[in-house]
């Protein structure tokens, strides 16, 4: 099967979408199938590349940072990536286009699908679905202006794919008649494993792995973590692991919650270098507001973690309250403050639920989550044949 994926960001840039678009061309190319990706170029990242059996190619953007990209570096893309589609789809004859968000690369697919009678499938992310709060706070004004586009774009494709039920019902608010098939996203259980812990460590190291903005609510942590001080003698810290631009607000919160001795800033860590830090830690802290299905909390799961996370899209499909974690409502910082403490001060506790979340995390291995997207190619494919 000749496959065409279509994505603005891959890794070293973006975020957990990049991730899911290389583990899927991993797997793909790996059972003999033939991969193509057009995504965006960056820096000094070659135009060409061939890796782990599948090919790149990097169309010109105007792209300036590895973890945000803006309204108009996106439409770079959709511009970039739609010259180069027209042209390359005609030598490459995909038998099918995997599209990675709406928006923006759902418009590449739907013109290659109108001028070629190519069948496309869409991945939504998360900010690719309008939601009535959204980060950042102007999407409020461009999802009006898009929903036409993004449900243009959902109708014409054979399937769209949520990773979460929660981002499924989200989905449906602004196209109820969407097709939506749900597979989650996967862990790379043989980079992301656990290692043994003591119920009693000198020190519990928390660990929160976010962009710094606004929606990943680690200024909820922070708020958190002061009252934490107040309720507990174990010795703690906290690392957070991520750059943005809330950054300096963010140590300035800190300093003025007089939190900054337990808080250590790691900053931005390349992908193969996390498998570590879940490692070191003890407990797994996410604190966002919104999410489609955050790997991050995979990968913590699967270094044995014990999970305390917002209840919402996606997480709530991962972490079962009282077995492997806690849930809390977003932006109650008070709640996670008592969750965290009280896993803090329970050492048995942390280890039972760090094996709840090995065993839990064992069905979303990527070779499954694979296995789901390619079925769904054979059904359309097949379908289209009759």
Same mark, same amino acid.
């Given at each position: 099967m000749r496959i065409l994926m279509l994505n603005y960001e891959f890794p070293p840039i973006g975020g957990g979408g990049s991730i899911v678009n290389y583990y899927l061309a991993r797997n793909m190319a790996q059972w003999g199938h033939d991969v193509y990706i057009i995504t965006s170029r960056f820096r000094d990242l070659p135009e060409d590349e061939e890796l782990d059996g599948f090919k790149i190619h990097r169309v010109p953007v105007l792209r300036k940072r590895t973890d945000v990209c803006q309204v108009h570096e996106m439409l770079t893309y959709v511009l970039s990536a739609s010259l180069y589609s027209l042209r390359f789809a005609r030598k490459f004859q995909p038998d099918i286009v995997q599209v990675f968000f709406g928006i923006p690369s759902g418009p590449v697919a739907y013109l290659l699908k109108k001028l070629y009678n190519l069948p496309y499938i869409v991945f939504l992310g998360g900010r690719d679905v309008p939601r009535p709060n959204p980060d950042p706070p102007h999407y409020r004004l461009l999802y009006p202006i898009l929903s036409p586009a993004i449900k243009s774009i959902w109708g014409n494709a054979e399937t769209v794919v949520a990773c979460s039920y929660g981002l499924r019902e989200l989905a449906w608010k602004t196209d109820h008649k969407a097709k939506i098939e749900v597979i989650p996203d996967g862990i790379d259980l043989s980079k992301f494993y656990p290692v043994q812990r003591e119920a009693e460590p000198t020190v519990v190291r928390l660990l929160t792995i976010a962009r710094l903005i606004p929606r990943k609510g680690v200024q909820y942590l922070i708020l958190a973590i002061a009252e934490v001080i107040k309720n507990t003698q174990r010795e703690f810290e906290v690392e957070i692991v991520g750059d943005g631009p809330?950054?300096?607000?963010?140590?300035? @919160? &800190? &300093? +003025? @919650? +007089? =939190?900054?001795? +337990? @808080?250590?800033? =790691?900053? &931005?860590v390349p992908y193969e270098q996390l498998a570590k830090y879940y490692q070191k830690a003890d407990i797994f802290v996410l604190s966002s507001l919104a999410e489609g299905m955050p790997l991050v909390v995979l990968e913590a799961m699967a270094s044995g973690l014990p999970i305390i996370a917002s209840k919402v899209q996606g997480i709530e499909d991962l972490v079962k309250v009282n077995r492997n974690g806690y849930l809390f409502t977003p932006g109650n910082w008070r709640s996670l403050a008592r969750h965290i403490v009280a896993v803090l001060n329970d050492g048995r506790r942390r280890l039972t639920m760090g094996q709840e979340s090995i065993r839990l995390v064992q069905k979303y291995d990527w070779s499954n989550i694979a296995k789901a997207y390619l079925e769904i190619y054979r059904h359309i494919l097949f379908d289209n044949a009759d």
């Open positions: 809330m950054r300096e607000e963010l140590l300035q @919160l &800190a &300093a +003025k @919650l +007089k =939190v900054s001795h +337990k @808080l250590n800033f =790691v900053g &931005a």
